[in-house]
């Protein structure tokens, strides 16, 4: 069953750390969000391998957003 890793806030994802088939570990930085001109990581939150990328760089997401799903 997969799981995601989703946005801490809204923002536009500046940069995705990992591409389908990468495998992480907890901490790893998956993301890049800039929301008030700041950059902000997102870690997992869990480890395991990409199954999918869900959103693109450029793309705006609320908090919540799914970003990444994984196994």
């Known amino acids: 069953m997969a799981k995601f890793i989703s946005s801490t806030m809204?923002?536009?994802i500046w940069k995705l750390e990992l591409k389908e088939g990468d495998t992480f570990d907890l901490g790893d930085k998956v993301a890049i969000l800039e929301s008030m001109k700041m950059e902000i990581p997102v870690e997992a939150d869990d480890s395991g391998t990409v199954l999918k990328v869900l959103v693109q760089?450029?793309?705006v997401v609320d908090e919540g957003t799914h970003l990444i799903s994984f196994s």
Do not use: F, M
């Open 57 to 59: 760089e450029g793309d």
């Open 10 to 12: 809204a923002g536009t």
